[in-house]
Nanobody, 119 residues
Framework: VQLVESGGGLVQPGGSLRLSCAAS????????MSWARQAPGKGVEWVCS???????YYADSMKGRFTISRDNAKNMVSLQMNSLKPEDTAVYYC??????????????RGQGTQVTVSS
């Protein structure tokens, strides 16, 4: 199993970023996928999930700002993040979710990509 995130970086408050995760080594189209994040000094926080049918689920603080999507032909899952806030600063991880329920346990996760929201 390999999950490789990309797209992180430094962005100003109110800006946008799009994260991508390239997946391999498992049956991607049958797997629920999630994004989670970990801010400095804090635990891992679930961000959102998408199941194999394409249904999406979001943590309350991300609803309306973040959008998860998947491309089964390319074995990729993406996270579009808009209206970013300084508190969104974290390492963002792509993960294979064991749910439902989603966001609780993961089979595997990637190395993560750093997102820093700062002026």
């Amino acid at each position: 199993v390999q999950l490789v995130e990309s797209g992180g970086g430094l962005v100003q408050p109110g800006g946008s970023l799009r994260l991508s995760c390239a997946a391999s080594g498992f049956t991607f189209r049958s797997s629920a996928m999630s994004w989670a994040r970990q801010a400095p000094g804090k635990g891992v926080e679930w961000v959102c999930s998408i199941n194999s049918a394409g249904r999406t689920y979001y943590a309350d603080s991300m609803k309306g700002r973040f959008t998860i999507s998947r491309d089964n032909a390319k074995n990729m899952v993406s996270l579009q993040m808009n209206s970013l806030k300084p508190e969104d600063t974290a390492v963002y991880y792509c993960a294979i979710d064991r749910g439902p329920p989603y966001g609780r346990t993961y089979t595997a996760r990637g190395q993560g990509t750093q997102v820093t929201v700062s002026s």
